[in-house]
């Protein structure tokens, strides 16, 4: 069983930053493909960026984040890693990290195991 824990959420204006940071315990992100997700209120959960495991170490973003978003993992650390950059006010959503075996995916309902989120807020 593998728990995943998110931070680094928070309350940001337009065009700031933000670092979140989805940690493990039961399980190596480099066995796994990790996907970052979010949902807004109303709104599916929909696909933002994802890495593969250490075998097919490709990346995955979604249109909308493309140039402003970076995905990274920290072996050392057991930690993927979400920079956000140039964040806009539609980017407000519950952010969640996700794992699961095998190729990375873009659909949610492929993933074993999610975090609890962590809130994005931006104000325009």
Request: aromatic share 12%; net charge positive; glycine share 16%.
């Amino acid at each position: 069983q593998v728990q995943l824990v998110e931070s680094g959420g928070g309350l940001v204006q337009a065009g700031g930053s933000l670092r979140l940071s989805c940690g493990a315990s039961g399980g190596t992100f480099s066995n796994y493909a990790t996907g970052w997700f979010r949902q807004a209120p109303g709104k599916e959960r929909e696909f933002v960026v994802g890495i593969g495991p250490s075998w097919n170490n490709g990346r995955t973003y979604a249109d909308s984040v493309k140039g402003r978003f970076t995905i990274s993992r920290d072996g050392v650390v057991n930690t993927v890693y979400l920079q956000m950059n140039s964040l806009k006010p539609e980017d407000t959503a519950v952010y969640y990290c996700a794992v699961k075996s095998g190729p990375l995916r873009v659909e949610a309902g492929a993933y074993d195991y999610w975090g609890q989120g962590t809130q994005v807020t931006v104000s325009s």
